[in-house]
């Protein structure tokens, strides 16, 4: 069967609208707030990965402490292409390069900047 552009792009709207409302509706019907996070974090990684890793990454470093081993963990851990989607995501949607905020943020210790820094610009 062929499917065209307009049907794969109608499914993808239908998808993410129902993403967002699934998403809503746990904030608004689960009590627990940790059990409510984890889930709220599942949907945005279902929903879009890059979008949640982008995220994560700008709450790492625009916190009042920076989050190092989160900053590590994501970008450690994320393979070169997932790499640079996110810090292209995260350019579009912060207006700040990747690089720049966690050596503005984590600036302090300069070691651990310095490398990260170095594996986020390859």
Known sequence: AVVSTQSTGDFQRRKN???EMLESSVKKH???EVLS???VM????IRNVTQ?????LYLSVTSLAADSARVIRIVVGRSEID????KSHYMMQYNKQLQLA???KCGNDLAYS???AMIIKN
């Open 17 to 19: 609208g129902n993403m």
């Open 30 to 32: 689960c009590s627990d």
């Open 37 to 39: 996070m984890c889930i």
């Open 42 to 45: 599942w949907v945005k990684g």
């Open 52 to 56: 949640l890793f982008s995220e994560l």
């Open 83 to 86: 790499l640079t989607q996110i």
């Open 102 to 104: 966690v050596q503005q």
């Open 114 to 116: 310095n490398i990260v």
